[in-house]
């Protein structure tokens, strides 16, 4: 479990770790033409692991992971900010990609969304529409059956492109 940050400091371990990760990536992204979606330094059972997820036109492929990976690997030995051991991974954020930052919200305006809130709204917890809207604080959805949805982002458990089988 990742522990909450202190009354206080800046930033927290994690948060400190995902910045200076991200900033040793995007000369790399930029260079390769890819973008950076997003860092995250997260413990799973035991094992810490920093993770990038990039993306590109087209689609990232394993050759582009490893191309990043071996160029990260070097600057993470180099900078050595990282007092954990940890495992770094490289990965295409995937289909289901949780929308996160504002160009994530850009990019999927239009498009269809999966949202599932943490409590019930009208008995229910997913939802399912197309993105007209959003705020810093809300997202808006249309329904299939033309209702319009807006929700606080804080009451949002998960938020995805929707996609079908």
């Not at 504002?102 to 197309?130: C, H, P």
Request: a negative charge; glycine letters at 4%; proline letters at 2%.
């Amino acid at each position: 479990m990742v522990k909450p940050e202190k009354e206080g400091d800046k930033m927290s371990k994690r948060e400190e770790y995902e910045a200076r990760t991200e900033a040793l990536l995007l000369p790399i992204m930029e260079e390769m033409h890819f973008e950076l979606v997003d860092v995250e330094y997260v413990k799973e059972g035991s094992t810490w692991y920093l993770r990038a997820y990039i993306d590109k036109e087209g689609g990232i492929t394993v050759n582009d992971c490893e191309a990043v990976a071996r160029r990260m690997n070097d600057l993470l030995d180099e900078e050595d900010f990282i007092s954990d051991s940890y495992v770094f991974e490289v990965s295409s954020p995937g289909l289901g990609r949780p929308l996160k930052k504002e160009k994530d919200y850009v990019r999927s305006m239009g498009k269809e969304l999966e949202i599932r809130t943490y409590r019930a709204i009208n008995r229910q917890k997913e939802f399912y529409g197309v993105l007209t809207a959003y705020t810093d604080d809300t997202v808006t959805i249309c329904t299939e059956e033309d209702e319009e949805l807006t929700f606080q982002k804080n009451e949002i458990a998960l938020i995805r492109l929707a996609f079908d089988f």
